[in-house]
């Protein structure tokens, strides 16, 4: 089946007695015992729910995974797949990850005994360099979050099996319609489900989706310990908006390639980061591994100054943190979705200060173009 | 509502989360069901950047759970679970030490001691009904000392101004409280001398069994802003809709928590007086062992209790088979009365030895008494024992 058929063909409300084509939204804490000793499928919603399984099942099928785990949010995500680590472990991650990330990564993990090191993953003499006797996880985005760098998701997992450590992917900048870390050989797959997911900017979520049964049965155990399990409502609105994935993603994406030639071609743009330009250093390890350069970019505005000036400037584009949603937003990653990459790690980032992200929605390209063109006019 | 002290909480409860600056005179609050926000301009927000880190919708339970916290500050969570679990994140780290009730849930044991211990979390159980024990298993690494009380399921209690008091005589350790079965209508845990009120809002507050929640309060800001600080790294803040549904059940807390107290004293009499009937754990009955520490630091003695039948652990799970209005469930607090089987449920994750130490026995049944006529619940436990035992029972 075709991703487009995949994405509204399943089993919308498995045993309801009404068969409703849309999931029902089963808010409820609790579900009545079969025997007073025992327990039916549910018994309690932070344990597993009708409706976050339906969604559970969807992204999981949509990831060629077999188990799929739902969260309050993409960061708890985050947390619960970090938390099969263990006190005196490490991770290597990319340097170039979500600053929410790297906030967990340095703020919370050291505290339970966990270390992080950071290396150049598109590097793989700087991998290699990077880890020790401890790394136990390697974990990186593909196209990372914001200056969309390229990853081989593939070469990383073969050295990763080599020596028994997991791989983690945050699938986020690509979503499952055009990218699929577990066929790459990642061993988790991570989504701020607030992004491409839903794509309506209407609901905080994350998944962690898996093939190996042990890790999902860990994973699982995890979800249930801590209780920070995704809600009933917005699970519900998380189905409804992958629905649309394709047809979103298609539009955002083909609106997404024309403006990354526009601000190439633009007299006073230094870099364009965008994975579907010829110029772009992983254009063909992202060709390679994805099916598309998604609806995120990055480019050089000059200076900080001309960077808010431009990002206050624009009518279309509207000043929010997050991507992949209907509406186009722009951002400073340094003053905004990166200003919580902890001090000691900013300079050794290598974010520009005059950098802007770009999320491209689903509006009219040409007045998307004419927006950013007047707000660019000096 | 800081300029209006003077309110008693069942107003409280309905006017602290109105929104009077609201353009629109809705009476209810809006869910905010967004997940970003518009800046004004780069780095200028109204106070909401990201739905992660605060929300509105969550910050009007917020404040409505600080009213009858009594406190300015409360936090909500996804679940109580994450409530704890954000707790010790933000308080503790790999070496710290952890002074638990013998008698608690038993989703909070397997946190401390299937997850907490592999970030090198230190635990020690005591019996915290007995404060030489509890002192005892104080350690020079220890920061928190967790009770529960009335625990679950034996309802036995411990006295908060007791362990406040041990906890406050160290440097650094803090005493928190899970108050869940209470509420701090009932049991103001803050005023008794606890640093950090913990509940499952899923229970009481909620009162419907519509949403999974939990919250945090305490008096100190800087606990607060360290809370909130974690919850927005790990992501464990309470859904828009969730806490909207939330502070709509919190408006009848007040007058659903007097009923709840009215039933489970008229069901705890009548099951006392059974003759099949071995033990009720309840703290209002005369019987309790620890009734008088009941009445010193709680205002009722609640919705909950505990029985063992005059009978096998076999007939006993019978006997909650043949409840019909009744209902076989976890979770607790909500109108509709639930009965379980701790042994299998809400504790079932225990080993054996350590249940039966506790008194937690395969035949113990815990109930929530919900807002049914009691009339109506004693028939039905009537019909029950009828099944199991004969007409003469």
Sequence with gaps: MKFATRLVHYDPSPDDPFRPMATPIYQTATFEQEHADSFGQYDYSRSGNPTRRVLEDQVAALENGTCAFAFASGMAAVTAATSVLKAGDEILADWDVYGGTTRLFGKILPRRGIGVRYADLSDLASLHAAMTPATRMVFAESPSNPLLRVIDLRAIAAIAHERGLLFAVDNSTMSPYLQNPLDLGADLVIHSATKFLCGHSDVTGGLVVVKDQALADEIYFLQNAEGTALGPMDCFLLLRGLKTLKLRMDAQQQSAGLIARFLEEHASVDTVYYPGLASHAGFAVHARQARGAGSVLSFNAGSAEEAKRIAETTKLFKIAVSFGSVHSTISIPLKMSHASTPLELQASRKIPEDLVRLSIGIEDTDELIADLAAAMEK | ???????????????????????????????????????????????????????????????????????????????????????????????????????????????????????????????????????????????????????????????????????????????????????????????????????????????????????????????????RFVRKIIGSIQAPFDAWLTLQGIKTLPARLAMHCDHAGQIARWLEAHPRVAKVYYPGLDSFPQKALAEKQQKAFGGMLAFELDATTEQSLRFMEALKLCTCAESLGSVETLITNPATASHCDLPLEQRKSLGISDRLIRLSVGLEAPKDLIADFEHAFAVIFGSHA
Excluded: W
Excluded at chain 2, 196 to 203: C, E, F, G, R, V
């Design chain 2, 1 to 227: 509502m800081s300029d209006r002290p003077d309110f008693q909480p069942s107003t409280l409860v309905i006017h602290s989360n109105r929104s009077y600056e609201s353009q629109s005179n809705s009476i209810l609050f809006p869910i905010h069901q967004t997940a970003t926000y518009i800046h004004e301009s780069v780095g200028v927000t109204k106070g909401y950047g990201y739905s992660r880190g605060a929300n509105p919708t969550v910050n009007a339970l917020e404040q409505a759970i600080a009213a009858v916290e009594g406190t300015e500050h409360a936090l909500c969570f996804r679940s109580g679970m994450s409530a704890i679990t954000t707790l010790c994140l933000a308080l503790l780290k790999a070496g710290d030490h952890v002074v638990l009730s013998s008698v608690i849930y038993g989703g909070t044991t397997r946190l401390f001691l299937q997850v907490l211990v592999n970030f090198g979390v230190e635990y020690t159980y005591a019996d915290t009904a007995d404060l030489a024990a509890t002192e005892a298993a104080i350690k020079p690494n220890t920061r928190l000392i967790f009770i529960e009380t009335p625990a679950n399921p034996t309802m036995k209690l411990s006295d908060i101004r007791a362990m406040a008091g041990l906890a406050h005589s160290h440097e650094n350790i803090l005493l928190a409280v899970d108050n869940t079965f209470l509420t701090p209508l009932l049991q103001p845990c803050l005023s008794l001398g606890a640093d950090i009120s913990m509940l499952s809002t899923t229970k009481y507050i909620d009162g419907h069994n519509a949403t999974i929640g939990g919250s945090l309060a305490t008096h100190d800001e800087e606990i607060t802003e360290r809370l």
